[in-house]
């Protein structure tokens, strides 16, 4: 049955049925032709508003355990249906394809999505911030089946109660939404209708539709996931005679957890989480040694920033409600960075266990982790504990919220580590296009300044965004000269900064090639604080257009930068950039190029002054998924800095770098998939390789072998002679989830 809001919202409650139904992905069970479809889609892309296409039908019914969604798509040609990826979290734009998003607490902000397409390829997100922000290594316990027909294809969802969060009531609501991807026509229709000039139409949560089961009511769960691991290290080093490099060998790494050499291995190559739903509404992570051998290696970059990069998180035990716990103000900050946690400078820090406690119930969403680290003698790192506690309330229709975040970082053998920080923040939404936000941070340290107005950050932001019409945005920055957050990510404290922006997205109608073109400019103005000196002042004027099938080009004619370099930086072992005051006019180009036929090609740019010498860098990048069984992706970056002579301490003042990378995915099935990752920068002159061989016959069970290496490529030029293998290692890894 359904009925409409007064605001034109639609209501939907499903039809609950007493047994499971026949999980097949057919639809053809008599229970779904009694289920009124929903049908009243909109296109978002390419002509914002318009009626679809293509048919599409979705259905849904339940029972005490599973939310079952089901979806007809009807399409006029289905052997056109672009059907390339089956793996789990497979790029998603890609494929034609359907999403379901819920919204469980129905506070219009926060909502988990799940994406399928005709090949049963699963993928699942969390939705955060009306849908600006998503984190797609969230994973989850669920399942889906498609089937391709004379007609189209259909695709049967069944999402477990047990996997959702929500508030246990006689009539528990929760807000929906529905997408599917026409990808030949570049064509994204979604359910139900909303204001076409709203930006993340598909994933805005304010524009849900209201969905109310009757006495929903299921058991708490209680997972553990014991691991096993079993690995191989090689690595190579100096002898003490400094003559020649030696090869040291061995087999299941230890953690110094015992004296015993036997015991240390097997207690440092086991461990488990567990996850256990306190109520409907918050749930306990529990884990022991945990491990991330199996993580993806980073991506390598060559940095011609002054700042530091802020790689990010690739272990799965942070990755998961990691939105719970994120709290990032201006630019580029964060007041919590999990990458501080079990790494440092490189190396790896064995963590013997934590704690994790996420959940929202009324309005509220709280999150809090505490972490605790060995020592690492070696290196003189000592055991640490981590701390962090997060709250948010949300109040009004569209996902206003204040907070705030305490973090704790100590040591916990002496007094060398203590640093604390304290914050709070609100978001206030107008609409669904205007906010305004501000934040406030204090950070306490035991080895640094305890003046107050010198431990601070302060912050003042406000946006308007659409996809189509005129966009704004201000946001201010203050920075105390003494502000460390030492469990967070700051590149840079003691300055002042303002940054505007305004520009507008045009749909250009009867054109076959081009949907969208728009114009933007950017200004900003940065100082430091304590002196009182400008740092930096840039302006830009930029141009994109946007093609039918999804094509960009954006292009930045003139972008005019004043930069202030307080201290000498130097590039390499031969250049060094003096500290001064430069001015740099640089021109951008950034040209990808899609057709939906399963290859992309992108090409960026970029020419210009770069402090004081003249910059060119080239990047090409080439994906090409070959069949569903095979892809490859290649990109390579050039950049060519030609400095004033007395920039070098030889002959020449050119600084040169080259970075390769090539990516290839085989894909047997759902259940099997080998990643390959090999990398070459002529900055360190090594190649690394990764290779990950993942078998998950079932969500929930997991065995990954992974082999990463590191090669010396220049390994003649050094003295003594470099090894060609500098550290190589083999990793099996297998996890079994039991449901308790």
Partial sequence: MISYKSIGQEVYRPIRISDDIQFDGRLDEDIWKQVTPLTDFMQTTPTPGAPPTEKTEVRMVYNNFYLYVGFRCYDSFPTQLVRFLMNRDFELGKDDGISVQLDTYNDKSNAILFVSNSLNGRFDSEVTNNGNSMNNDYNNFWDVISKIDSLGYTCEFKIPFSSLRFQQKDNTIMGFRFARLIKRKNELITYPKCDSSLKNQWNNCSQAATLIFSNLKTKKPVYLTPYFIANFNQDHTLNEAGTQYIATNSFFS???????????????????????????????????????????????????????????????????????????????????????????????????????????????????????TSEVRDLNIPAQNFSVARFRKYYGSNGSFWGGIITNRISTQNSTISNQTLAVDAVHFFNDKWLLGFGAVSTYDSLVSKAIDKNTFFNIFAFKNVNIGFTHSLNFDLVGNKFYPALGFNPENDYGSISISNGRRYKISGNKKITFWSVNSDLHYRWKQLSQLTETKSANISLSLTGNKGSTFEFTPAAYTEDRLFNSWQLNDNITVPSGYYKMYTLYSDLFFDQSK?????????????????????????????????????????????????????????FNSNLFSLDLSIVQSTKLSVKMLAQYDDQSATFGGNIRVRYNPKEGTDLYIVYNSTFNANRLEAKPILPYIEQQGVIVKYSLTFGL
Avoid: C
């Avoid at 992570?285 to 802020?310: C, G, M, P, W």
């Avoid at 210009?608 to 892809?631: M, Q, S, V, W």
């Avoid at 990109?635 to 800095?641: A, F, L, P």
């Fill in 254 to 372: 230890t953690k110094k957890y015992s004296s015993n050499v036997t015991l240390d291995k097997i207690l440092s190559n086991v461990g488990a989480d567990l996850k256990y739903g306190i109520t409907k509404n918050f749930t306990l992570n529990l884990t022991i040694n945990t491990d991330f051998s199996q993580a993806e290696v980073d991506n390598r970059i060559i940095n011609l920033s002054k700042y530091a990069v802020n790689f990010p998180e690739k272990r799965s035990f942070f990755l998961e409600s990691k939105n719970l716990l994120s709290y990032s103000i201006g630019s580029s900050t964060a007041l919590f960075n999990s990458r501080t946690i079990g790494l440092q400078n490189g190396t790896i820090i064995p963590i013997i266990a934590g704690i994790r406690f996420t959940g929202k119930q009324n309005g509220w969403a709280i999150g809090a982790l505490n972490m605790q």
């Fill in 598 to 654: 399963g290859y992309t090609f992108g090409l960026y740019t970029k020419f210009g002054g770069f402090y004081g010498g003249a910059l060119t860098t080239i990047n090409p990048y080439f994906d090409y998924i070959i069949n569903r069984y095979l892809r490859v992706g290649l990109k390579y970056e050039y950049n060519h800095i030609k400095f004033p002579e007395h920039f070098s301490t030889i002959d020449h003042s050119i």
